[in-house]
């Protein structure tokens, strides 16, 4: 169970580096991406990132 665990927060921390990716992409300057469709895969990619903690945290939590 705790390779389980150990998964969730491995992925949690890489969609954290995708997300602090898009992030510093968003206030970089550039035309390509436009930057709403940045807004959006930082939105996605945070949600997806505290799913994953949260659901890790909750399984170390309860085994």
């Known amino acids: 169970m705790s390779s389980i665990i150990s998964l969730f927060f491995l992925l949690g921390g890489l969609f954290l580096i995708?997300?602090?990716?898009?992030?510093?992409?968003?206030?970089?300057?550039?035309?390509?991406?436009?930057?709403r469709i940045l807004k959006k895969r930082v939105h996605v990619f945070a949600t997806i990132t505290m799913s994953f903690f949260l659901f890790g945290l909750l399984l170390w939590f309860l085994f």
């Open 18 to 35: 995708v997300t602090l990716h898009f992030l510093l992409s968003f206030y970089h300057g550039g035309i390509y991406p436009p930057k």
